[in-house]
């Protein structure tokens, strides 16, 4: 493929009254995909397993602006129920158990969620005949643990996960990468991110947000390692306009499909560097001094420790890169959550 250089994903005449089907919309990132996808005037169809409101979509008003189904992904039936009533131009795959210490102490739901979630509905599609685009997110889990010199990672880096969360999202993908092929021909492509932080991340065992609680005073943060292992991140802004630049290209240009990304910011910080930017930007020293001493006794967390992702596919492809900075990431961050403790209360999340 030449370089792909355009912001026409970026046209609101495209996104205008598409039907977009958005799976995991009270999820994280799915929220904030599905707010600029509003904003851009496509129709929103999401698919929720659960009936609560979605707190973030409430806050930002966009909760009637959406259609809301309460569904399992593990349910093929009710889906295709839903989809036999919508006609749907552009599909985000991003429902998932996303949490890994969730994914050790129940790898069979997590399984279910991230292995039959993702082929459940990806065969349903395989009969939608009105899909033009399928972006379908796996996870810089997926690739497992490497030494430290080795990274980056690039697309072309092996599957070698062990972690159950690691292999449940490391399956979905290659699931995904045999119904792009010509035997199925559906047009998916299958994205690799770095861990994703922002406004709106409303599970508060995350790093970032269970920071930001002890910031403002809501409770103690605990580390739960030495603060060694090194992670990427990406702001989910970024995130959210690069889903659509992916699908846009994809509706437009199918020898797109099953193409794999990896989008990050080549940069690993370590997981206590990351604290204590958290703690500096937001002028407590106090709590800075306080996680140093917890951190001193704190053995490493059985997790993968070391993880960054190149995004030279996506720049030679689409002339992408990443726009915030950590530290504009983590300001705009801090102040989102400010707000929105102010009228709920984090306890709801927990």
């Excluded at 998932?96 to 279910?112: C, G, I, R, W, Y």
């Excluded at 991110?193 to 709106?200: C, S, W």
């Excluded at 989008?263 to 306080?290: H, P, R, V």
Aim: aromatic share 14%; hydrophobic share 35%; with cysteine.
């Amino acid at each position: 493929m030449t370089k792909i250089i355009s912001k026409q994903y970026l046209n609101r005449k495209f996104w205008k009254n598409k039907t977009i089907l958005l799976t995991g919309i009270n999820g994280f990132i799915g929220g904030n995909l599905a707010k600029i996808l509003i904003e851009y005037g496509a129709k929103v169809i999401g698919l929720t397993n659960t009936n609560k409101k979605n707190k973030f979509l409430e806050y930002e008003k966009i909760y009637s602006k959406l259609k809301i189904y309460n569904v399992d992904i593990k349910n093929y039936s009710k889906i295709d129920n839903i989809l036999k009533k919508n006609t749907i131009d552009i599909c985000f795959h991003l429902a998932a158990q996303v949490d890994v210490n969730v994914a050790k102490n129940n790898p069979f739901q997590t399984f279910e969620t991230n292995i039959r979630g993702t082929y459940n509905l990806l065969e349903i599609l395989r009969h939608h005949k009105s899909i033009k685009s399928i972006i379908v997110a796996s996870s810089d889990k997926a690739y497992g643990d490497y030494n430290i010199k080795d990274l980056p990672y690039t697309e072309n880096h092996d599957l070698r996960p062990s972690f159950p969360y690691d292999v449940s999202k490391a399956s979905a993908d290659m699931i995904a990468k045999s119904y792009s092929t010509n035997i199925f021909n559906l047009p998916i492509i299958i994205t690799r991110f770095a861990n994703i932080y922002g406004p709106g991340q409303l599970n508060f065992t995350a790093l970032i947000p269970d920071v930001i609680l002890n910031i403002l005073g809501y409770r103690n943060f605990i580390p739960r390692s030495n603060g060694l292992h090194t992670r990427d991140f990406l702001y989910v802004d970024d995130v959210a306009y690069l889903y659509m630049c992916l699908a846009y290209n994809l509706f437009k240009d199918k020898r797109l499909s099953g193409e794999i990304f990896n989008a990050g910011t080549d940069k690993a910080y370590k997981i206590k560097d990351i604290i204590f930017k958290l703690c500096k930007i937001s002028n407590n020293s106090a709590l800075m001094n306080k996680i140093k001493k917890d951190f001193m006794n704190k053995k490493p967390s059985g997790e993968i420790l070391h993880q960054s992702m190149s995004y030279k596919k996506l720049n030679n492809y689409f002339d992408w890169k990443p726009t915030f900075s950590m530290d504009d990431g983590i300001f705009t961050t801090i102040k989102w959550y400010k707000e929105f403790l102010k009228k709920y209360s984090y306890k709801n999340f927990l």
